[in-house]
């Protein structure tokens, strides 16, 4: 069965203090790794995707990578603003042929100033 | 900017009623998809929708169903609600020929 799970289940950071959130997937045929960032009472907002292990991608403090197991989050000097839940999943496919994204539960950032 | 609207940001219904969930996207995309979002669980597929009049079951449809007549508008329906619907239901659509998703803002429901 597809799995992704994140790890730490929270983390609190003081402001300037970097850090990575973790999140391992047992995806059969992953066909991309997503990354979300979530107010509390808000929809999910994208942040990245990744398709093969090596690659990076940057936004502001964030960077995400990419293994054949896992991804991480790094996130750089962050602010109290990247206070949020960070959401990961992996696209596979279904016995109907489409797509669909299964999610890990998340990590909750709070930073403090 | 890609827009997901979702009809109510917060609803309160008594077991038993029906309910309809309604979501709007502004870019002309073809796969539309409903969640459910609980503490401990994260979110979950509901039903999702690769065309005008088309869907497919996701992981947990039991006690749902949906509705797309217009490729920018795709419902959730709760036949009869029952107290474990009480959740957090998130909207999201995208284009056929790009995996990303985009997600309305979401409509908390509690059913009494």
């Known amino acids: 069965e597809d799995q992704v799970t994140q790890s730490p289940e929270a983390l609190r950071l003081q402001e300037g203090e970097s850090s990575s959130l973790n999140c391992s997937y047992t995806?059969?045929?992953?066909?991309?790794l997503f990354w979300y960032r979530q107010d509390p009472g808000k929809g999910p907002e994208f942040l990245f995707t990744l398709y093969s292990a090596g690659e990076e991608k940057e936004k502001e403090r964030l960077k995400a990578t990419l293994t054949k197991k896992e991804s991480f989050l790094h996130i750089t000097a962050p602010k109290p603003e990247d206070s949020a839940t960070y959401l990961c999943a992996g696209s596979s496919f279904m016995n109907t042929g489409f797509q669909k994204l299964v999610f890990g539960t998340g990590t909750r950032l709070l930073v403090s100033p | 900017d890609v827009k997901v609207t979702q009809s109510s940001r917060y609803l309160v219904k008594r077991t038993g009623e029906k309910v309809f969930l309604e979501c709007v996207q502004d870019m002309d995309h073809e796969n539309m998809f409903w969640y459910r979002q609980d503490p401990g669980l994260g979110l979950r597929l509901i039903y999702f929708s690769y065309d005008v009049k088309m869907k497919e079951k996701g992981d947990i449809p039991e006690g749902y169903s949906v509705s797309r007549e217009k490729k920018e508008r795709f419902s959730l329906i709760l036949e009869s609600a029952s107290t474990n619907q009480t959740s957090m239901y998130l909207c999201a659509s995208r284009s056929r020929t790009d995996p990303d998703q985009y997600f309305g803002p979401g409509t908390r429901l509690t059913v009494t």
């Open positions: 995806v059969s045929g992953l066909r991309g």
